[in-house]
């Protein structure tokens, strides 16, 4: 698409700097602490949170290219992706996990995507955890007829990605001293952490088991900014099982949240958050007279998602 204008996600208006709700919650008032949420889910009713902070630097990016990326068939990704090219005319292509099965409808994250215009690619799960070396991927994008495409990794996060969440942080500015972060890939944690004020730390909270979180977020911010920016830690009790998983315990956490604040509580991600946050107040992990800011990356949808 040569000659093609540069696509401007800011023609979006998004809503930035996202939002800053102070909480009033007993759990935390009671030790000395102040709970605030970083309202990211109110950045674009379809580019939600983190999404459009890692998004919107790659499609400026792609400069009118197809965008081709990864994920699951419940992507929250996907569908931000495709949503991204509908509002910006830009060809998407999402490569999905899994093989496309003739005689069954897609589901209602799929269908979504299609309907915002992104070709959808299947590929056998065998081929999609070897989609990072450099055949497989060339392989992919051939079948997929976008060679020239930018490749936009599974969850967002490059270094393009974790510089746009870099503004994260600098909006945080000195509201407070902990910014906690659900983590996925690390893209999001990897950049806020950077974006902070001295003397401000960054804690992530990663929603997948295995504990090898770390070395991705060193790696990005190594891609990103030339080495480790920020002080940043994770605790990894809170996954719950692992990615996408839940529990009654974590439903019935989030549906109490939802009833003393009035706010929606995404399970994936966000509940996570707030329920480690709770769970380290408890513990003593904060000293009194701690602020601490939740980022709330995503809302629920009215059908199953995952990022």
């Known amino acids: 698409m040569a000659g093609s204008p540069v696509p401007d996600p800011t023609a979006l208006s998004p ?65 931000a992706t495709a949503a991204a090219g509908r509002l910006l005319g830009l060809p998407t292509v999402g490569v999905v996990r899994g093989e496309e099965l003739a005689d069954r409808p897609l589901n209602p994250s799929l269908a979504r995507c299609a309907a915002d215009g992104m070709r959808l690619h299947f590929v056998d799960r065998s081929s999609y955890r070897r989609k990072t070396e450099p055949e497989t991927l060339a392989a992919v994008l051939r079948a997929a007829g976008a060679e020239d495409a930018l490749v936009v990794p599974e969850g967002g996060s490059n270094a393009l990605a974790v510089r746009g969440c870099r503004a994260l942080g600098e909006e945080l500015g000195d509201h407070a001293d902990v910014a906690a972060v659900a983590c996925g890939t690390g893209g999001t944690l990897a950049g806020l952490a950077a974006g902070l004020a001295p003397g401000r730390r960054a804690l992530g909270i990663p929603v997948l088991r295995g504990g090898f979180l770390s070395g991705d977020i060193r790696a990005l911010q190594e891609q990103a900014f030339g080495g480790r920016r920020g002080n940043w830690s994770l605790d990894d009790r809170f996954h719950f099982g692992g990615y996408a998983r839940t529990t009654a315990e974590l439903d019935a956490f989030a549906e109490d949240f939802t009833e003393r604040h009035g706010l929606p509580v995404e399970r994936l991600y966000v509940a996570k958050l707030l329920f480690a946050l709770v769970t380290l107040a408890d513990e003593g992990a904060f000293p009194r007279g701690t602020t601490i800011a939740a980022v709330v990356t995503g809302r629920p949808f009215p059908d199953r998602e995952t990022a």
């Open 15 to 79: 809503r930035l700097p996202s939002p800053l709700q102070d909480i009033d919650d007993d759990r935390f008032a009671r030790r000395g602490l102040r709970l605030l949420l970083k309202r990211d889910d109110l950045i674009h009713p379809e580019l939600v949170g983190n999404k459009w902070r890692k998004l919107a630097p790659n499609l400026r990016a792609a400069a009118g290219r197809t965008i081709v990326t990864f994920g699951g068939a419940h992507s929250n990704h996907l569908r």
